[in-house]
């Protein structure tokens, strides 16, 4: 350089914008990594708040389930009858599990719905995407014996 010439070259000012672009992109990486981990963790919990629900509502009074759901969300929610005693209904919900939808989404939670003599059984699978969601080896399943002996 000569003496008297004050400031940078092209090329060191060229170098420098690169660096800072390189920072910026892994950064901001990081910052949207960390903001979908922590929507799937928003969704989750939405989810298993709302099988809490179903549950307190089937453990309430498994005889007047499917009434005691319509109540709960407002609407009629009919299940239907797939096998003998067995019946089931799809739980529509927006993409985060907050809502029920009106239209068939690829979010939902399947409702597996029998009753045998005494023995009411509820088993609750969610779909989010129109995928499975696993949150242990072990389904969302319960079921209660009302009345009569519990002696098998």
Do not use: C, W
């Amino acid at each position: 350089m000569m003496k008297g010439k004050k400031g940078f070259t092209l090329t060191e000012v060229l170098v420098s914008v690169a660096i800072a672009g390189i920072l910026v992109v892994a950064v901001a990486t990081v910052f949207i990594r960390y903001h979908r981990l922590e929507n799937r963790y928003a969704v989750k919990e939405n989810i298993l708040t709302e099988i809490e629900n179903i549950y307190e509502i089937f453990t309430g009074s498994p005889v007047d389930f499917e009434t005691n759901l319509s109540d709960y969300y407002q609407r009629e929610i009919e299940f239907s009858e797939v096998e003998t005693h067995l019946f089931e209904t799809h739980l529509y919900y927006d993409g985060d599990f907050r809502k029920l939808s009106d239209s068939e989404t690829g979010n939902y939670l399947l409702l597996a719905y029998s009753q045998e003599e005494n023995l009411y059984s509820l088993k609750i699978t969610p779909h989010h995407r129109g995928e499975i969601i696993k949150f242990t080896e072990s389904e969302f399943l319960r079921e209660i014996r009302v009345g009569g002996n519990n002696e098998e």
